[in-house]
């Protein structure tokens, strides 16, 4: 390979897309560029009270051509000629509504203000009875449809949240011909996908969250979908058998997207899939090693060669794909459905009054009260008896999906203020953490050791030691601030014939690890105390919430 190839990973999160111009041959940042979604700040077409989170596809694709341009406007003209590929991950299930020919209904004029027609979000969590009924509806099935995503579908994925948009709205339903991943619409986006059936879809997206396995020769039967809801029929067939491993081109860029970005017109674009399942490889995962992308919620990744896990299913987790991750190795995914969500809703909750009599006063602390919180959290003493929280603020993600689950503070008395409360919510998101490492364990899959990725494993050194320290194993954080879009940039290269296989690509375009928590002995052993009361309150608060459902 020659020294003059370029590739762009391109990430999209909860709030903003990042895109990152990276020399395919060394992995050094040419450019990078962050655009956050207007629509989305603004708050339109989300009900945060009914747990309906929206997201326009306008926000996706003004963000994508902004940031691509803005990296090139940097890189300068020589560098943009010799772009070689773009990859792409999404946040996820993050799926839409489209017509036959791909289009997302938002984009059409009858339905671009209707938040059903829009991306319902990771975290849109409207779909708990869907999810629930599928659930149930699964177990009077001979064959188990949902043993490759843990035993239980959650509210967060595909087939729920397809359900309930096809309940509620008539209008949507009458225009929708199939259902689609943000992480397989951009690559269809920027090739110039014309038809939904050309759509090519990952086996990310299509394994952990919409059931897809080689078992069953594709997704579950028409019969399957259809006897829980005739409103059903058909969509499995029209998503396709075929999945592909995101080494794989998805195409070439379109004439249209070439002439919007600048861009050579044989630009390869990569299969989409997740960002934690890139951030992963961005990341250098290991065998064994638990990859935790730790941001607004965590998103947890394992890889195991295919023979040693051969016939193991593991309980409650987010499924586990051959190739989700990296080819030819099992992806087996885990997480929370708030982490650095619970924090901000702390931070929130502390701020209001000066929310409500003094907003520029607010606007400009904003930023400084995680940092404060966390210094004087993190002068405390750990004591067995302290403020005791459960990190379920918006619901529980793994193990064992259940999103009506909710969070508790508990222990507090006239003593307890601020920064002792923000640390015992410190401590359930670290023991929330340590239960899927548990969980892991318990069946039959080692934990060899811990890699920290994203916002919070970079800015918070308190919360990364007490990581540590609860989880009794050291904890290395990648160099790497963006770890997802570099992730993204080594699969383009590889899609692109740069490189082998994406092996190679990570040892190539990899950049090392910067810091190791080590755990406190003492500290480790309190822990274990702590997680153990963390345990029976979770225990407590699970059975009195689901005996009132």
Known sequence: MQLDNFVIGVDYGTDSVRSLLVNAADGSEIASSVFYYPRWRDGLYCNPAENVFRQHPKDYIEGLEYTIKNCLAQAGPIVTKAVRAISVDTTGSTPVAVDETGTPLGLLPAFE???????????????????????????????????FVG?????????????????????????????????DWI?????????????????CGAGHKALWAKEFNGYPPDEFFTSLDPLLKGFAARLGKQTYTSDQPAGRLSSEWAGRLGLPADVVVGIGA????????????????????????????????????????????????PGSVIPGMMGMEAGQSAFGDAYAWFRNLISWPLQQFSPEIANAAIDKIIPELSRQAAALPPDPGAELSLDWFNGRRTPDANQLLKGAITGIDLASDAPRIFRSIVEATCFGARTIVDRFIAEGVPV?????????????????????????????????????????????????GLYPNVETAMAAIGQGFDATYTPDPARAALYELRLRRYGQLGHYIEHTTMATE
């Not at 990744?301 to 794909?321: D, F, H, S, Y």
């Open 448 to 496: 060899k050791g811990l890699i920290g990725l994203g916002g919070v494993a970079k800015k918070s050194p308190f919360i990364m030691q007490m990581m540590a320290d609860v989880m009794n194993r050291p904890l290395r954080i990648h160099s790497s601030e963006q770890t997802c879009a570099l992730g993204a940039a080594m699969f383009a290269a590889t899609a692109a």
């Open 187 to 203: 690559p269809f986006l920027l090739t110039g996908g014309s038809s939904a059936a050309a759509l090519k879809r990952g086996v």
């Open 274 to 321: 997740f960002d934690a399942h890139m951030g992963a490889v961005g990341g250098q995962i290991e065998p064994y090693h638990l990859s935790k992308v730790m941001g607004t919620s965590t998103c947890d990744m394992l890889v195991a060669p295919l023979r040693e896990v051969e016939g193991l299913l593991v309980k409650g987790i987010c499924g586990q794909v």
């Open 151 to 183: 035993g239980i579908y959650s509210s967060e994925w595909f087939w729920a949240k397809l359900l309930r948009i096809l309940r509620i709205d008539e209008s949507v339903r009458n225009a929708t011909h199939s259902w689609v991943e943000h992480c």
């Open 113 to 147: 203000h209707n938040p059903n027609a829009l991306f319902v979000l990771w975290k849109d969590h409207s779909s708990v009875k869907e999810a629930a009924a599928i659930n149930g509806h699964a177990a009077r099935f001979d064959v188990n449809y949902l043993q």
